[in-house]
């Protein structure tokens, strides 16, 4: 059979077999880092992307050989930390992986890498702590101790001094904690709460609150709330929850991704049982539930029964819509809204869905933005890192500018923050699921 140039068929996924002795093999390893880079290296459509793509083709043209084998193999680390696992290369650029034969998955690998570096100690203190969301934010949240970590975070002489001895970039956008959570906002329903099903939707949602919705912005969680309850959908949350488990993903921390899913499936999988949908008001979340946990445990019976019954906010209303279930009696326009999708939502395959929830609104036109923020939770605020995070952001930010729009804002609210930073004009941005409830009037 000929090798094709490339695939036009849609992409399929394989599981990740981290269960393998080979998966952590230095040798194996990185005889496949170098096999994809070179493919990579002579393609260079992802180019665009991220910084990885950038750092590895400078590495090639600066090499003796201009080829694969001149870049050092200690080299291949530099690629590695600068990819943060948003999938976009996978997704919407790549057109050699699965069913083409080379099946190439860049994330996966880079995954694999990260798994490898952190199983012989060679992550950073500050990125465990970074990704130990749980942990910040429940110290960050006590009475007294938010107001103290808010302030501080503000004073450049000790954002400096965080820069030098904690490499936090001095530059970097920081959110802001609350000492009143989202779950203690939110009331939990139990008992035989009957919601109206429609099509795909059971008419009732479990909100999975997130660690940064539930310590950093409990405000967009009751927006949702409003929105949701406003159409006459109950809502409730899971009786305990711990991290999605996609920070500790990306810093390649397996243990930490199964000791959260122990904690978080059963618990979901209950809901499930008692007739709930599920959702998240983060797209990294959203699709945790939805890919990750389902490619590392495909034959659990759970974790494929929470991915089934798990759907973006947006994608749950206009699954409702369709179904004629959606209120559309907007009481007020939003004038021009100018929406960046995040990368985690675009490869959930499900369309431009909060966009088309957006525009049902009268007198609202949306200008959507499907270019990476380059935020991804931490990236943007290591030292090393701050500079292409915003260089990445950069087009993102003039397209915000030249849209002159009334308001901007994005599904991942730190990647609206980070964006907003960037802008520095004095606007703030806001989540579509508050703009959606402005437009509501409730």
Same mark, same amino acid.
């Given at each position: 059979m000929a090798v094709r140039e490339g695939s036009l068929?849609?992409? +399929?996924?394989? %599981?990740?077999?981290?269960?393998?002795?080979? *998966?952590?093999?230095?040798?194996?390893? *990185?005889?496949?880092?170098?096999?994809?880079f070179d493919i990579c290296h002579g393609c260079r459509r992802c180019v665009s992307l991220c910084q990885s793509f950038p750092t590895l083709f400078d590495l090639v043209d600066e090499s003796a050989s201009m080829e694969v084998d001149g870049v050092a193999k200690a080299d291949f680390w530099k690629v590695v930390d600068h990819c943060y696992l948003c999938d976009l290369c996978y997704m919407t650029k790549c057109p050699y992986v699965p069913p083409h034969e080379w099946n190439l998955d860049f994330p996966h690998l880079m995954l694999r890498a990260k798994v490898y570096k952190f199983r012989h100690g060679e992550t950073k203190m500050r990125d465990r702590i970074l990704t130990s969301t749980d942990r910040v934010g429940s110290l960050a949240g006590? %009475?007294? /101790?938010?107001?103290? /970590?808010?302030?501080?975070?503000? #004073?450049? %002489?000790?954002? $400096?001094?965080?820069?030098?001895?904690?490499?936090?970039?001095a530059d970097a956008w920081l959110p802001e904690f609350h000492d009143k959570p989202l779950r203690s906002r939110l009331s939990r329903k139990t008992g035989a709460v009957q919601g109206?099903?429609?099509? =795909? !939707?059971?008419? $009732?949602? &479990?909100? *999975?609150? +997130?660690c940064y #919705?539930? =310590?950093?912005?409990?405000?967009?969680?009751?927006? *949702? &709330?409003?929105?949701?309850?406003?159409?006459?959908?109950?809502? !409730?949350? &899971?009786?305990?929850? =711990?991290?999605?488990? #996609?920070p500790k993903l990306e810093l390649g921390d397996l243990e930490a991704v199964i000791a959260n899913k122990e904690v978080n499936i059963p618990q979901l999988a209950k809901l499930v049982d008692a007739g709930w949908d599920l959702t998240a008001l983060i797209p990294s979340c959203v699709l945790m539930f939805k890919q990750e946990l389902p490619l590392m445990f495909p034959d659990d019976p759970d974790v494929l029964k929470v991915k089934n019954a798990f759907f973006d906010p947006f994608e749950y209303l206009m699954l409702r819509h369709k179904e004629g279930k959606l209120n559309t009696d907007f009481k007020q326009g939003l004038g021009k809204v100018v929406?960046?999708?995040?990368?985690?939502?675009?490869?959930?395959?499900?369309g431009q869905k909060t966009r088309e929830a957006l525009a049902l609104v009268p007198g609202t036109e949306v200008d959507i933005i499907e270019r990476c923020s380059g935020h991804d939770g931490t990236y943007? /605020? $290591? &030292?090393?890192?701050?500079?292409?995070?915003?260089?990445?952001? $950069?087009?993102?930010?003039? =397209?915000?500018?030249?849209?002159?729009?009334?308001?901007?804002?994005?599904?991942?609210? #730190?990647?609206?923050?980070?964006?907003?930073?960037?802008?520095?004009?004095?606007r703030a941005p806001e989540h579509p699921m508050t703009l959606l409830r402005k437009a509501y009037g409730i």
């Open positions: 068929e849609a992409p +399929t996924r394989h %599981p990740l077999d981290w269960r393998n002795p080979d *998966f952590l093999n230095e040798a194996s390893l *990185f005889k496949e880092l170098e096999r994809v006590i %009475p007294v /101790v938010a107001q103290v /970590v808010n302030a501080v975070n503000k #004073m450049k %002489p000790v954002r $400096k001094a965080m820069q030098s001895v904690a490499e936090i970039h109206e099903p429609a099509g =795909r !939707t059971q008419g $009732k949602v &479990a909100l *999975f609150a +997130t #919705m539930n =310590r950093n912005e409990p405000g967009i969680g009751e927006d *949702f &709330a409003a929105v949701y309850e406003h159409n006459g959908i109950p809502i !409730t949350l &899971a009786e305990k929850e =711990r991290c999605c488990g #996609m929406y960046h999708a995040a990368c985690h939502q675009r490869v959930q395959n499900i943007a /605020v $290591k &030292a090393e890192c701050h500079q292409y995070a915003v260089k990445i952001v $950069k087009p993102v930010v003039a =397209r915000v500018k030249q849209a002159q729009a009334d308001h901007y804002g994005s599904d991942c609210a #730190m990647a609206g923050h980070h964006i907003g930073h960037i802008l520095n004009d004095g």
